[in-house]
C-alpha cells in the first residue's frame, strides 16, 4: 500500500511540474570566451603557485568546515589571477560540492546558503570548461545546448562535468521540482557522455547517478528500478567502501520500494564501517556516516 501511494504521489508531482515547467527558474551561466587572453607576469604566477598549494593543504582538512572554506577561498582566487587555471576550477567546483554537501546541508537555519553555494559550483564547472576548451565556450556563448556541444570535449572534461552536474543536480531540487524537470534532459545527457568516456570517474560516479536517475524518475519518465539497482550494484561492486552510494541507494532505491530491511542494511554498512578504510576520503566517509545517522533516527517516518 505504501509503495502505491508513493508512486501516485510521484505521477501527481510530474504531472503538475509538466504544467509549471515553464516557470522552472532560471540561472545566469558563467560560461567565459575571454579567459585565453590573459597574460600573468612572474609575480601573478607565483602568486597563484602559493595559492594553490594553501588550497591543497586546507582542503586536506577540509573535514572542519573553516578549512573547507579556506580551500574553497584559495582556489577561487587563484582562478581570479589565472582564470585558465583549469587545474584551480576543476578542484574549486569539487571542493564546492563538498562543502556545501558534507557542511552546509546539516545547517537548518540557513537552506539558503546551501543552494545558493551549489549554484556557485554550478558556475565553477562551465568557468573550467571554458578554460579548457574555448570551442566549447563559443558554441555556449552562441546559445548552443550544453547536451550538443560536449561533441567538442573528451574525456579530460569528465572532472568538471561531472561536479558542474552535481552541484546543478542539487540546485535544481533546492530551487523547485520545476527547476528539477527543466535542468533532468541536460544532467541525464552530460552524465551519459561522463559514463562513456570515464565510467569509473570518482569511485564509479557516473553509474552512481543514474542509480539515482532511473530510481528517482517515475516510470513513465524513463524510470525503472531494475536498471537503477544495475547501475547501483555496479557501483558498490567497483567500491565497497565508497560509502555515499549505499546512502544514495537506501535513501532513492530502497525507500520507493518500500524495502525496509534493505534500507536498514545499506544504511547499517555505513554506520558500521571504518571511515579510514579510503585514506584519502575520510572526510567524506564521515560525512555519509552522520547522513547515516540521521537516516537511522527517522526511519519509523520513512517506512
Known sequence: MMRSLKIGHWVALVSLAALV????????SAWDTSAGS???????????????????????????????????DAWTKAAEIDPTNVEALNELTHAIYFYADCHLRFDEDNPDLYKNMHEEGIKAGERALSAMSPAFAEKMAAGERVEDAISVLNASAVPALYWRSSNMGRWAILESFATLLSYKDEIREIMEFCLANNSDYFYSGPNRYFGVFYAKAPGFAGGDMKKAAAFFNTAIDAYPDYFGTRILMAEEWAVKEDNRPLFEELVNYVLKGDPNVIP???????????????????????F
Open 21 to 28: 515547467a515553464s516557470c522552472g527558474s532560471t540561472r545566469e
Open 38 to 72: 590573459v597574460q600573468l607576469d612572474d609575480a601573478a604566477r607565483a602568486q597563484v603557485a602559493q595559492l594553490m598549494a594553501a588550497a591543497e593543504a586546507a582542503y586536506a582538512n577540509r573535514g572542519d568546515q573553516a578549512q573547507a572554506k579556506a580551500a574553497i
Open 280 to 302: 584519502e576520503l575520510v572526510p567524506e566517509s564521515i560525512c555519509e556516516q552522520r547522513k547515516a545517522k540521521k537516516l537511522m533516527a527517522e526511519i519509523d517516518d520513512t
